[in-house]
Antibody, heavy 120, light 109 residues
Framework: QVQLQESGPGLVKPSETLSLTCGVS?????????WGWIRQPPGKGLEWIGS???????YYNPSLKSRLNISVDTSKNQFSLKLSSVTAADTAVYYC?????????????WGQGLLVTVSS | EIVLTQSPGTLSLSPGERATLSCRAS???????FAWYQQRPGQAPRLLIY???FRATGIPDRFSGSGSGTDFTLTISRLEPEDFVVYYC??????????FGQGTKLEIK
C-alpha cells in the first residue's frame, strides 16, 4: 500500500523559497509513475503544480514554471518541491500525489496535505 | 489551457434523491483523460471516476460518470448523508497540463 507524507515548514516569509518534501513508503519511486504536487488555497479549488518521473523528466504548470523546481531522490524514496519568491497567493495546502496503477493521469494516492502559510 | 466549468456551484438535495453534477470543458477532452474526485472537509481529494465512466477502487455503484467531448456528468443515484461534500472534475491534455473544475458543493436541503 503506497503512502505519501508531506513535510516542511508551515510558515514561509514573503519573497523566500517554499521547500517541501514528500516521503514515499510502500512503493519504490524508481518503479515508475509520475509523482506530483497539487495545491489548494484555503476554501478554494485544486491546482496542479508539477510532476516528475524517477529519471528526472519533469512537467511543470506553465503559470508556476519560472519559480518552480521539482526534484527526486530515489535513494531516499522521496521527491521535493521548491517554489521561489513566494507571496500570500502561494498560501495553500500542498499535496503530493501518485497516479492510479496503470495510468499516469489520474491521482489516486494522496498525502494528507500540508498547510503552508506565506506571511511575515 | 482547457478550462473546466462545473455547475451548479452548490446543489441542495435531500438524502435518497438523485444528484446530477455537470462539468463543461472549454475544448474537447478525451474521455480517457477525464476524472471526478470527492473531497470531504479536512481531507485530501479521493478519486471517484476515471476515464469518464469507470469507478475507482472501493467506490460504491451509486456513483456513475458519463459524457464525452466537452460535457461530462457525475450522477449519484441515491444520496447518502456522507455524499454531501465537494466534487471536482479534472482533465489531462497533452501539453502536458492537468486542470480542475472549481468544484460543486453538495449540501443537504
Amino acid at each position: 500500500q503506497v503512502q505519501l507524507q508531506e513535510s516542511g515548514p508551515g510558515l514561509v516569509k514573503p519573497s523566500e523559497t517554499l521547500s517541501l518534501t514528500c516521503g514515499v513508503s510502500g512503493y519504490p519511486i524508481s518503479n515508475g509513475y509520475y509523482w506530483g504536487w497539487i495545491r489548494q488555497p484555503p476554501g478554494k479549488g485544486l491546482e496542479w503544480i508539477g510532476s516528475i518521473y524517477w529519471t528526472g523528466n519533469i512537467y511543470y504548470n506553465p503559470s508556476l514554471k519560472s519559480r518552480l523546481n521539482i526534484s527526486v531522490d530515489t535513494s531516499k524514496n522521496q521527491f521535493s518541491l521548491k517554489l521561489s519568491s513566494v507571496t500570500a497567493a502561494d498560501t495553500a495546502v500542498y499535496y503530493c500525489v501518485r497516479p492510479k496503477e496503470g495510468f499516469n493521469i489520474f491521482f489516486e494516492h494522496w498525502g494528507q496535505g500540508l498547510l503552508v502559510t506565506v506571511s511575515s | 489551457e482547457i478550462v473546466l466549468t462545473q455547475s451548479p456551484g452548490t446543489l441542495s438535495l435531500s438524502p435518497g434523491e438523485r444528484a446530477t453534477l455537470s462539468c463543461r470543458a472549454s475544448q474537447s477532452v478525451a474521455s480517457d483523460s477525464f476524472a471526478w474526485y470527492q473531497q470531504r472537509p479536512g481531507q485530501a481529494p479521493r478519486l471517484l471516476i476515471y476515464s469518464a465512466s469507470f469507478r475507482a477502487t472501493g467506490i460504491p455503484d451509486r456513483f456513475s460518470g458519463s459524457g464525452s467531448g466537452t460535457d461530462f456528468t457525475l450522477t449519484i443515484s441515491r444520496l447518502e448523508p456522507e455524499d454531501f461534500v465537494v466534487y471536482y472534475c479534472q482533465q489531462y491534455d497533452s501539453s502536458p497540463m492537468y486542470t480542475f473544475g472549481q468544484g460543486t458543493k453538495l449540501e443537504i436541503k
